[in-house]
């Protein structure tokens, strides 16, 4: 059964203070990952799209990677506006677009 | 300008009411989609409507009725609302089929 598993649940850092979020799925097939954040009483915003293992797409102080089981969002010299939560979620060869359960990360100043 | 907007915000009820969600989008995108977020944050998708066709249907009860009079609208009707039906509600869309997707602000449904 395709899963997707993002850890950890939650992640608190001081602002500066960089660290990675895993998102990895079981390896049946893959077309593409995504990342999304959302933000408290909103929608999921659309961050990268990965398609292939070894493929990297950054935006600020944001890098997303990818491997053939699992991809990283590493976050570089964090600040307390990229709190939120990330959501990974992987369209697999079957069709199937299964979000995981999301990372919840807070920046403290 | 607001891209994916759906109505409404907020929506109280009482269980065995039917409602329904309004969904529209301006992106001039062909594929529109229904997710349900639940208590744990945990977003799964309901259904895929691909240029007024129904092209994904997961496991959710048949209370729940899609309907696409166009492709810039996706509206969501509910039947016999039970009190499990509480969650977000978030209507998204997509130039194509798993593509990235741009998403609405969510409805809150509440079945007291």
């Known amino acids: 059964e395709d899963q997707v598993t993002q850890s950890p649940e939650a992640l608190r850092l001081q602002e500066g203070e960089s660290s990675s979020l895993n998102c990895s799925y079981t390896?049946?097939?893959?077309?593409?990952l995504f990342w999304y954040r959302q933000d408290p009483g909103k929608g999921p915003e659309f961050l990268f799209t990965?398609?292939?293992a070894g493929e990297e797409k950054e935006k600020e102080r944001l890098k997303a990677t990818l491997t053939k089981k699992e991809s990283f969002l590493h976050i570089t010299a964090p600040k307390p506006e990229d709190s939120a939560t990330y959501l990974c979620a992987v369209l697999f060869n079957t069709g199937k677009l299964i979000f995981g359960q999301g990372t919840t990360l807070q920046v403290k100043p | 300008d607001t891209a994916v907007s759906q109505t409404p915000k907020y929506l109280v009820t009482q269980m065995g009411n039917d409602k329904s969600i309004k969904c529209e989008q301006n992106?001039?995108?062909?594929?529109m989609y229904w997710y349900k977020q639940d208590s744990k944050k945990f977003l799964k998708i309901m259904f895929s409507?691909?240029?007024?066709?129904?092209?994904i249907n997961e496991t959710v009860p048949n209370r729940f009725s899609p309907k696409s009079p166009d492709k810039a609208h996706l509206n969501l009707h509910i039947n016999s609302l039970e009190l499990g039906d509480s969650a977000v509600y978030f209507c998204a869309s997509s130039q194509v089929v798993g593509d990235e997707a741009f998403f609405g602000q969510g409805t809150r449904l509440t079945v007291v």
């Open positions: 992106l001039g995108h062909d594929t």
């Open positions: 990965l398609y292939s």
């Open positions: 390896v049946s097939g893959l077309r593409g």
């Open positions: 409507y691909n240029n007024k066709e129904l092209i």
